[in-house]
């Protein structure tokens, strides 16, 4: 069965700083790896995906992923924070046709 | 409508009585999925339907838990007598096909269940 671990609940950056939120996957076959976002009071929506194409994924708002197979990651980054960006963002792993498994959310700040 | 929607936004009931709640899917979206989200728990997938059948109910936590879809769209989830810990945001969504390894999930909004 496979799992995901989000390190930290909840991580705290300023406007304009690097957003960098972990993701480790544990998964006896292949891959793919998803990362969702959800607002305040909003349903979760697709930022990226991984798929066994390229291994950095770009996605929207300027975030991207890189799946390194050797360390078990799909870390989130985006090089400057903006305001709208504060909200949960959750890292999801599936194989097959499983349903998504979701890590335990990860709450970022944006502070001015 | 454009997206998944889940009704009620917001239930608050009594400990022991029974509650419903409906996801209408995105329109011939066949897979349909329910998870429940709690507080710093993330999301705990209940039940997956192809179709009006549910190949995977491995999530559902007790028999007071079941979910049935008619005509492949409309989804119902039933929780009979009610426990506090039953409390959580039940989120719905639904995807072209049941495989998600290439698709993408819409979610609904959520609906907040509040047991007394």
């Known amino acids: 069965a496979q799992s995901v671990t989000q390190l930290g609940s909840h991580v705290s950056v300023s406007e304009g700083a690097l957003v960098l939120l972990r993701c480790n996957y544990s998964?006896?076959?292949?891959?793919?790896l998803f990362w969702y976002v959800q607002y305040p009071n909003q349903g979760l929506q697709l930022l990226l995906k991984y798929t066994s194409a390229a291994t950095l994924v770009k996605g929207i708002n300027g975030f991207e992923a890189e799946f390194k197979k050797s360390e078990t990651s799909f870390h989130l980054t985006k090089p400057s924070a903006h305001m709208s960006d504060a909200a949960e963002y959750f890292c999801?792993?599936?194989?097959?046709?499983?349903?998504?498994?979701f890590g335990k959310g990860t709450r970022l700040s944006v502070i001015a | 409508g454009a997206g998944v929607s889940q009704s009620p936004s917001n239930k608050v009931t009594e400990k022991g009585k029974d509650v419903e709640l409906r996801c209408d899917p995105i329109?011939?979206?066949?897979?349909l999925y329910w998870y429940r989200q709690s507080l710093g728990q993330g999301l705990e997938f209940l039940i997956y339907?192809?179709?009006?059948?549910?190949?995977?109910k491995s999530g559902l936590p007790s028999d007071r838990f079941s979910a049935e879809r008619t005509g492949g769209s409309v989804s119902t989830l039933t929780i009979q007598r009610t426990q506090q810990e039953d409390s959580a945001v039940y989120l719905c969504a639904s995807s072209l096909r049941g495989t998600t390894n290439t698709g993408e999930l819409f979610f609904g909004e959520g609906s907040r269940l509040t047991v007394l």
């Open positions: 998964s006896s076959v292949p891959p793919y």
């Open positions: 329109s011939g979206h066949t897979a």
């Open positions: 999801a792993v599936t194989t097959t046709s499983t349903p998504l498994v």
């Open positions: 339907f192809q179709g009006n059948s549910a190949p995977d």
